[in-house]
């Protein structure tokens, strides 16, 4: 069969090759990929900045966004031949830690986890793939290639769980959201904020095109400029951009007692105007929590499956805004400025 490659740390490493079928050891579950996302850690895995390959390899298949139909359910009770499932992608360390032990392994402590097409097993970018049926998440049928979005949601689904757990610290019931940043992480948010009946405002840098149009399309309210600028005072911001100076002014919007989940990973650009003294104490007379949330787990799978049968067809398609052929990983991996999702099409739905 044939798969997206790459060599981690090799710089323009990546190929649309033959490798040999998926190993048994992989998961007793056979399926055939129907699409794979693209996301901001494969296009850094293909650029040599990040990855590592399985044990003993040199190379790792990309990919971690996937979809796919089951071709061989195998012994497993609960799936059958075609039904539409996603693979989860993380898996728990081998110590294992106390997080892994009970299937938070997205808490991981010891950072010995390992990810499919990331961390040392082979991904999703492979025209069939095997899966072990408990990492096997079913997606309503209904949805067809839109539940390629499954893996991003589930990442809103976590930072959505953590700004609730954090916020019950004391009296939490929030009306409006601030979201930064319009990518598909932002506008998957902004879509689980309207599904629970909050004022939802998304700013971006974009003035025009589907962007606003997503999220007006969302009943929320776009802006672009400064977070500093906002005539609100929300209870709840997902930041999604890992951008220093839009963190800082979103951050001196937040409402007394408000939550800030970071979501986006960032690095270096301007140093803030505020010392961290002068941010924390910002953080501590109004009684704020900055809570970082990375991957998730099992039951984030399921809630973000729930919510993505839930959510509006046409808006959803709206967010995959180019499909490419397994042979075009190439143009997939460039970015565009119009993209929101870009997804590599292995086969029809
Ligand atoms: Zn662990």
């Known amino acids: 069969m044939k798969a997206i490659t790459v060599e981690p740390h090799q710089v323009e490493s990546a190929r649309f090759e033959m490798v040999p079928e998926p190993d048994v050891q992989y998961g007793s579950v056979l399926v055939e990929a129907v699409a794979v996302g693209v996301c901001g850690t494969d296009v850094e895995i293909a650029e040599g900045k990040y990855g590592w390959p ?4 040199k190379r790792l298949v990309l990919g971690h966004e996937s979809l796919g139909r089951v071709i061989d359910p195998g ?4 799936f059958k031949k075609g039904d539409l499932v996603v693979g989860i992608v993380r898996r728990p360390d081998s110590v294992p830690c106390s997080n892994c032990a009970v299937g938070e392994w997205d808490m991981c402590h010891n950072g010995q986890y390992t990810e499919r097409g990331i961390k040392q097993i082979d991904g999703y970018m492979s025209e069939r793939w095997r899966i072990e049926p408990e990492y ?10 839109l539940g390629v979005l499954l893996e991003p949601t589930t990442v809103v689904m976590k930072a959505w769980e953590m700004v609730t757990a954090v916020g019950h610290r004391s009296f939490f019931e929030p009306r409006s959201v601030l979201v930064t940043g319009a990518g598909p992480i932002g506008l998957l948010a902004a879509l689980l904020g309207v599904q629970r009946g909050l004022d939802v405002h998304v700013l971006d840098r974009v003035t025009s095109g589907h962007k606003p149009d997503l999220v007006r399309a969302l009943g929320a309210t776009y802006h672009s400029g400064s977070a500093a600028d906002l005539p609100i005072e929300p209870e709840v911001i997902i930041e999604c951009t890992g951008v220093g100076a839009v963190i800082g002014d979103s951050m001196s919007k937040l409402r007394a007692g408000g939550v800030c989940c970071l979501t986006g990973v960032g690095s270096g650009g301007i140093t803030s105007r505020m010392s961290i003294a002068d941010f924390s104490a910002a953080i501590v007379l109004k009684n704020l929590v900055l809570v970082g949330s990375v991957n998730a787990n099992k039951r984030h799978w399921f809630k973000a499956g729930e919510a993505l049968a839930h959510a509006d067809r046409t808006w959803l398609g709206q967010l995959i805004t180019r499909r490419e052929k397994p042979e075009n990983f190439q143009q997939a991996l460039n970015r565009q400025p119009d993209d929101i999702k870009v997804v590599i099409q292995f086969s029809e739905v």
Do not use: S
Request: hydrophobic share 35%; proline share 22%; charged share 20%.
């Open 75 to 78: 012994p497993a009770k609960g």
């Open 136 to 145: 096997a998440i079913k997606v309503d049928p209904t949805l067809g290639i």
């Open 54 to 57: 399985p044990p003993g390899k």
